[in-house]
């Protein structure tokens, strides 16, 4: 497994896979990446489905930045991230927000989203770093635990009935 945070030259190579993972796990997210227009649209509670599948998030995707798992030369995994991003529930900067992130379905469990968080996170330790992710999210919630995220805002039934946004931050080390 080889780990590579990527410029804006070289994560144009990984498109055609990054779009490939969008689709294969679009319905793994809550709500699917196929109802949302982009990475940090604010209200997810009623979405529809889109023609076009994941192409809109796909393209709005297109003006972050990248860093991904490799194995044989295959992407297994991907994060992106928007650097010094606000929102309502985001205003410490310098930050960076955490976006978007897959594991391919054969790779889960295996500690590849921890080795991936590591190494950005050994890029940005002077910022704090942000992210969101759905209350049942249970993985995701174990690893941003394990490197001490803390909940930050709630936001109830945000994503349907009985499951919520939740907001994390992790601060400057
Ligand atoms: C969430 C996801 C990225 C996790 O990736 P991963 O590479 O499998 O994660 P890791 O193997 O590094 O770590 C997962 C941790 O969660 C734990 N875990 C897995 N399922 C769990 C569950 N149902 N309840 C509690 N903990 C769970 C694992 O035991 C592991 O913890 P450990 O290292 O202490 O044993 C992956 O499942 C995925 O791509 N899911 C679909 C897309 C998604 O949800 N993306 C994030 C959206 S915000």
Redesign the pocket.
């Known amino acids: 497994m080889e780990i590579r945070l990527l410029t804006p030259e070289t994560q144009k190579e990984i498109y055609p896979q990054v779009l490939e993972m969008l689709q294969e796990?679009d319905a793994?997210?809550v709500p699917p990446l196929s109802s949302r227009s982009s990475a940090t649209q604010q209200s997810l509670t009623e979405t529809k489905t889109r023609s076009t599948g994941v192409q809109e998030y796909f393209c709005q995707l297109q003006a972050q930045c990248f860093g991904a798992v490799f194995e044989e030369d295959k992407v297994i995994?991907f994060v992106s991230w928007k650097e010094d991003y606000t929102c309502e529930y985001i205003d410490a900067l310098p930050n960076i927000y955490?976006s978007?992130?897959?594991?391919?379905?054969q790779?889960?469990?295996?500690?590849?989203?921890?080795?991936?968080?590591k190494k950005l996170f050994a890029r940005y330790t002077d910022r704090h770093i942000f992210?969101?992710?759905?209350s049942t999210?249970?993985?995701?919630?174990?690893?941003l635990e394990?490197y001490g995220f803390v909940c930050t805002n709630t936001l109830p039934n945000h994503r349907g009935n009985g499951i919520d946004t939740v907001y994390f931050q992790k601060s400057p080390t």
């Open positions: 796990a793994d997210f995994a955490i978007t992130l897959i594991v391919r379905p790779a889960r469990g295996r500690g590849v989203t921890t080795a991936l968080y992210t969101r992710t759905w999210n249970f993985a995701h919630i174990r690893v394990k």
